[in-house]
């Protein structure tokens, strides 16, 4: 069967919401405000994240699939929305302690979050929407 | 000239960034959990609310406007984004200060933040996305 | 509180999949192609239904919800997705057996599923889009 | 068959393209600057027009159609979009001679070019998109 | 003039609507079932496909394109969607008679449908979303 | 902190309404008719354009930030709305005096308005989305 073996990336888009504020600690207040605006604001905003997961490999000649998306949208569940959802990231994730939650840096975290869980035979591509109008991609 | 006049509604969609939690004031955290779920974790979410605030009057016959969508967002930047973006809405936003910061009762206090800025001649309505797939409006 | 009591709507965007062909019992094929063109084809095509189901009622003093939307999504799972998603309306669909699966047919058909399980106090409204481009809303 | 004779509306969703200014002949160049900014400016600019035809009526029991959509796309193109698309409104379209292109007339033109040719015992409703984030509706 | 001989990709969106069931010649019932849940489903499901056609090749001269969008859109109409709109993948497309119709295997199979149909300067890419949640890309 | 120094793309979304026609000096109105069709047209017609703007470089270890993309988002106002936005392309904007303002053309102009004004470690792609349908990339 002729596209047996081809190499397709396959993506998954899920979401997720959460509360942050952009904060770097050992800077002032004032350093904060001016580097990072009302994204810094002491009381937290939020988003609605939206997230696409994109894994890379070849067709399986048995189903047709690269990896069966249902179970990308379970990975993704268990490992990624388990800890991020409905959370705030500054004091509930564990991954944001000394780490600023800007959106780059989010899409690493859930790069690592996820990479365990897919098969090291396959790419795997974060990208993450904090807004309509911007969004970031790891690895680029 | 033949469209004078006649009725048409104009909407202008903006949105806004903001963290919030779902709680009752006076009710035990088992019974905010029980009712609210995830939406009552403690530490807030967030979401990016999209607003689409719509207008409803005759067609001025100089300006073949309803309103000037220009002029309506400049209102709400001011008596609505002004007060909510960014913001904690249960911490940060004098309206809910006893009000659980449902999208029911934000469409509500948005109508109210801006009615009295639109001309009393025209009809007000707004719609308000908490996320993509759970909206609400008011007046219904 | 301000907004309790107010006339609010909510409404759940839900999605499923599911074949169908537009065929009227009783005509020859020659008028079902003449009326249903492409859609008529013997081997049946299929859509993405985006489905919103439009609840209204008066905002409850207790929660401030007029209806819980993870509830509304819990039965719209239940008593419609359960009956439709990844089937085929013509074959497997009961109220389908004599009714031909439009789009206006398929909103009536959701109602009237759904109609029973929210409380008599609020008033429902479909909007079902067959395609980005085609849709459909009842009652209307 | 239970639908049968059921009030539903259909809609049609359609896109075009033209160019316009907002202009009122008679004024100065400074009062249509004053009211218009930007849109004023004389060498036109234009717009995606995203247009909504609603089309409301019970459910006709042959077919299960309120009206063939394909039909009404079709109608569209011949007395809407042969008039309007890749056009320059102000200086192309006879409608617009005396009537400046704003949303809410552009609608009211729309509507008029097509209620002749949709059946008198159905409703007609117009939504047109300027931008993602500016619309009208006509009637209201 | 500056900008010609530079490379672009340039991108045709198409959609079509179709039936299928995922479902492996030669397995059991049992297995189709575990490995493709309610995808396999014997009476066949249906979705909306959206269709991404990328070209990349070198700004003609001449005209300032890359490949004229018309053009394409009519050969994705012509050699694409002419073979896969309206049907039954797995009943009505010869390309999928020993080949189970997955988002990856109708990438791979539109790939080679247009593939002759385009200038061998000109590399082409698919891009098919099964729901607005899921999709491929091909080649990866 | 883990994420520090790894490459990250961060994209910004923006959009401006222009009007324009296709059309290359020196051919006569039948070439430029038969090449380019209705966007011909001597009167102009428009488009809204979306546009979307990527950087790509390592996360800064500061900031948590490749680049503020409230700072992208200025730059590209400056630099780039501000010539084009509400602008007839062909007869207001300087870089179209001797070329076609097709899509193509259109994103190798942002990127050489924007490219001085991006540090130079940093890439730059531009994406321009001249209808819903109707898209390019460069550099690609």
Not at 46 to 66: C, M, P, R, S, W
Not at 99 to 110: G, H, Q
Request: hydrophobic share 40%; with cysteine.
């Amino acid at each position: 069967m002729k596209s047996m073996g081809k190499k397709v990336a396959v993506i998954r888009r899920e979401h997720f919401n959460a509360a942050h504020r952009l904060y770097k600690k050992g800077w002032t207040d004032e350093q904060n405000a001016s580097t990072f605006g009302k994204c810094s604001l002491p009381n937290y905003h939020g988003h609605n994240y939206e997230l696409e997961v994109k894994v890379t490999g070849a067709i399986d000649e048995e189903t047709g699939f690269v990896m069966d998306l249902k179970l990308l949208s379970d990975l993704v569940s268990m490992h990624v929305l388990e800890e991020l959802d409905h959370k705030n990231l500054n004091m509930d994730v564990e991954a944001f302690r000394d780490l600023n939650p800007t959106a780059e840096n989010i899409a690493v975290v859930i790069h690592d979050l996820l990479r365990p869980h897919i098969e090291s035979s396959l790419d795997l591509f974060i990208r993450l929407y904090e807004t309509p109008r911007n969004y970031v991609e790891y690895p680029a």
